[in-house]
């Protein structure tokens, strides 16, 4: 019998650039006077849902900077998209039941939430997430209040009290030694331990986004070092938890022999906005080096087949991953 290698068929939507930390390997974030900055419309949003769902995609990727609403001016051109809500987390729960109503499950990562926050987003989601990225104390989060190890830690624990499929992962590159990954993911594993929802953990390699060079002193990982990560990861982590690598990151097909297991979400309709020079690979070509392999590239929701079977999942989700999901907690066949 072949290897499952699992993803999931996604749209990726970056609701907001503006964010309150300040990385220095970020491409993506912006200050909200920046000419770049942008917030999403309902129209804009509704678009991308609907491309998504004609094309067969089950997850909507709710991604965004960090508490913008913390950082808005609300006298820019951001006032009239958010003026009917309350706060961001209002609008994004308005954006999570708007893919909900078009046949998209909400996967949200936005970085940390408060908890009255969390507690609106949660029943909206399949599942959600937050890169843990490092233990260590860096230079490139240097201005980045939510880039706290200890804060990263709260937040991943808390979504394991409330019982949420949760994603999670380390930045490979950032300026990190061996042994910060090690002291990460045994933190990882800890609270899996103690909560069981870590269902995957990404071991993303950093790549420096084409025309931006702050983080010019900072070295992309080698080969050989994403295959130690790999093998490290095997080690420490708990059997349960599923190791992903991003496919338009690193040549999947160099780790899979090492027990990666899964390749995340792929977007048939929008690129990776975070790494934007990166094309998603084809389905269809994946498939074919996958099967040339040995292996078997097999479609899942953005909950995982173990979390469906045992019913989790926020409350709104429900009856939408059961329609979605066959008897093995798969995407089922269309």
């Keep these: 019998m072949s290897q499952l290698i699992t993803y999931s068929q996604n749209v990726f939507i970056p609701v907001t650039n503006v964010c309150r930390n300040q990385c220095t390997y970020c491409g993506f974030r912006r200050s909200p006077t920046h000419k770049d900055a942008f917030l999403m419309t309902e129209k804009e949003v509704t678009d991308v849902i609907l491309k998504g769902a004609a094309a067969g995609c089950t997850e909507a990727l709710l991604t965004f900077g960090e508490l913008p609403d913390s950082i808005f001016e609300f006298n820019t051109r951001f006032e009239k998209t958010l003026a009917p809500f309350d706060s961001f987390a209002d609008y994004v729960a308005h954006l999570s039941r708007l893919c909900l109503k078009n046949g998209l499950l909400p996967h949200t990562n936005g970085g940390i939430f408060s908890q009255k926050d969390l507690e609106l987003l949660a029943p909206l989601n399949a599942g959600m997430g937050l890169m843990l990225e490092t233990m260590a104390d860096i230079s490139a989060h240097t201005g980045c209040p939510g880039k706290i190890p200890s804060v990263r830690l709260d937040f991943i624990e808390r979504a394991g009290k409330m019982k949420i499929p949760f994603t999670t992962g380390l930045l490979i590159g950032i300026g990190e030694t061996k042994e910060d990954q090690i002291q990460s993911l045994y933190e990882i594993g800890r609270l899996h331990e103690k909560y069981g929802h870590i269902q995957e953990v990404i071991l993303q390699n950093y790549t420096p986004n084409a025309g931006h060079s702050p983080s010019g002193t900072l070295k992309p990982p080698s080969k050989k070092d994403m295959k130690t990560i790999v093998l490290l990861a095997n080690e420490i982590l708990p059997p349960d938890i599923s190791i992903q690598v991003p496919p338009n990151l690193i040549p999947p097909t160099e780790l899979i022999k090492y027990r990666v297991t899964d390749l995340g979400g792929i977007s048939p309709i929008t690129i990776d906005y975070i790494n934007p020079q990166s094309a998603w690979p084809k389905i269809e070509e994946l498939t074919a080096l996958l099967n040339s392999g040995g292996y078997e590239l097999k479609e899942r929701l953005p ?24 008897e093995n907690g798969y995407r089922k066949s269309v």
């Design 303 to 326: 909950i995982y087949p173990k979390y469906v079977k045992e019913g989790w999942g926020g409350r709104e989700t429900l009856g939408l991953i059961q329609a979605l999901s066959d």
